[in-house]
């Protein structure tokens, strides 16, 4: 089985339609930024409990990031325009939580940025 690593280089070499349904290829941005995320993940849950990581590509051109631990499951889409969106959901009250982080200006990281990432972490 390769590794979620493996699984987003080899989405460098996904075409145009490959869902049947004229989906876009999966841009080397998201993939670039996706493959950071998944690092910075990794390093931060190491030795715990949480259930593997999960990556695809998504109809847009994106990538999505997936995973679950005991008490939430998590996402991160990384859309082709830079756009960041994270989702946590409480598996026992099913509230989600979400927040999206747009590209543009002169800002390098986004406000609560930062935040989320601690957030994301700390699941």
């Not at 460098?12 to 950071?36: Q, T």
């Not at 026992?92 to 994301?120: A, Y």
Request: with cysteine; charged share 25%.
């Amino acid at each position: 089985m390769s590794t979620v690593i493996q699984q987003l280089d080899a989405m460098r070499g996904v075409g145009e339609n490959w869902d049947g349904y004229h989906a876009a290829a999966p841009c080397a941005a998201a993939i670039d930024l996706a493959l950071d995320f998944v690092r910075l993940i990794e390093a931060v849950r190491r030795g715990s409990r949480a259930l593997p990581l999960h990556v695809g590509p998504t109809p847009p051109g994106g990538v999505l990031i997936d995973w679950e631990d005991d008490q939430k499951e998590h996402e991160i889409e990384i859309s082709p325009d830079g756009a960041i969106e994270f989702l946590h959901m409480n598996k026992t009250t099913k509230q989600i939580d979400s927040r999206k982080f747009l590209p543009g200006g002169r800002v390098v990281v986004e406000p609560g940025l930062l935040q989320e990432l601690q957030h994301l972490l700390a699941a």
